[in-house]
């Protein structure tokens, strides 16, 4: 039954596959300017990304940085002897030398190459996720499209994906325990997948949509991480720098 309602699934991997060089996020990292992150492993949780049409899975790897490690290895712990405010200024130090991130983290992504960092099709919200089509939808500001309004687009996808998938679970199964009674040999081929006649096992029911606010908070994100552009492109026309002391000449 789980076989209808699968999705796909989009691993992120920019240093795995596709080899690109991202230096540590940290601003206090000793590592050497030719020194980049390595590859640790996969990460162990799976995000589920909200779509136009249906929800899907993305899966990364994680990134290390052996010289951050380092310094949170080489960390030595006070002694009995000294005072709390030692003890808590020492756990506070200790835990903002982070030196393992996940490959979507808004650190890594930033640190990508433009051309890079497009390939990943979502933006995370905290524990949610929106698929970058659903966010664009936000941009037409000019026929009035409101959260609401995208929310309401959204859900009008995942109901009729949701009632493709469950009608189509709904008449194989149907159609199936019909050939075995009537020793038909046309949908014989997936009774292995089902249980016995009389076993009926309901559909799954459908995810819920985040919130219209997380959509807008998806937006907002997206438009932050736009602003160097948009920075360059006011400051610029066809390539040249303005000059910025008030004589509005080009240079």
Known sequence: MLSFFTTRVFVWRPVGVMKAKVVCPNA???APPNSFLIKQGFGSCARQVCGLQNYYTVLTERLKCCHCKGIR???VEPDSSDSEDEDEDHDKQSNKQQYIWHAYSPKILMNLAPAIRA???AILCG???IDKNVVTLLHDRLNAVSMAKVQRLVKQGHDEWYAERRALYQTLLYQAHT???????AQQGILSLIKTSGNYT????PTPLPSARVIRRAHLIMEMEKMPIYRA????VTGEILCIDGTRQVC
């Open 119 to 121: 390939m990943f099709p």
């Open 202 to 205: 309901p559909p799954l029911p």
């Open 127 to 129: 524990k949610r996720a």
């Open 73 to 75: 290895d080489a960390t």
């Open 179 to 185: 050939a075995s009674s009537t020793h038909s040999v």
């Open 233 to 236: 492109s006011i400051l610029s």
């Open 28 to 30: 206090n990292c000793p």
